[in-house]
């Protein structure tokens, strides 16, 4: 239950036996906070039978191959999901993004891209999604990958990136997830939309 409480605090409520004070909001009963916590599982739910792993490593501070010459470059405004029951706060689906970075090529990955035109960089474990929480996104551009051998660190390979540009709602809306499969190096991308909202 423990990783329940940010998603209901995030409405500006309290937990249990503090429903009595008085608040902004007021008081959720016993059914509305399950409605909240059903709602999370559908989240869950909905993102996990899309993805593989979840990343539960924080790229800013995992350590990084000595191959890769880049930086982890992520907007301060954005959340990592390492668990979604415990970040994803429902009061703030509508006007949140979502965007995830599944790894599938058998070797670790950073990838550079642009959200709204900021340029933003990353690295993805092989096998994980990184999932991102931004304030609602209008545009997303992928721009390179580069690959690192899981066991040693060495660089493989790497690829600039081109026409792939995603924007809103021609590709996503507002509270999806926006899912980016790499799959085989050099190989096209997958992009998955998940309507988050109830």
Do not use: H, W
Not at 111 to 134: C, K, N, R
């Amino acid at each position: 239950m423990r990783t329940r409480i940010r998603a209901v605090a995030g409405l500006g409520l309290m937990f249990g036996a503090m429903c009595g004070l008085p608040l902004t909001t007021g008081c959720l009963s016993g059914e509305e906070i399950e409605d909240i916590l059903d709602e999370l599982d559908d989240i869950e739910f909905k993102i996990e039978q899309e993805v593989n792993s979840i990343q539960v490593e924080d790229p800013r501070t995992i350590p990084l191959p000595d191959d890769l010459d880049q930086t982890i470059i992520i907007d301060n405004s954005v959340t990592v999901i390492d668990d979604i029951s415990e970040d994803v706060i429902i009061a703030e689906l509508p006007d949140i993004t979502i965007l995830g970075f599944e790894n599938l090529t058998g070797l670790d990955g950073y990838y550079q891209y642009a959200v709204d035109g900021d340029i933003q960089g990353i690295f993805v474990l092989d096998g994980e999604t990184l999932l991102l929480e931004y304030p609602c996104i209008g545009a997303i551009e992928l721009i390179s990958e580069d690959y690192f051998d899981t066991f040693d660190g060495a660089f493989v390979q790497g690829f600039d990136i081109f026409d792939a540009f995603y924007t809103n709602p021609e590709d996503f809306f507002c509270g999806d997830a926006f899912i980016i499969t790499f799959g085989e190096i050099g190989v096209a991308v997958d992009v998955s939309p998940i309507d988050l909202l109830p």
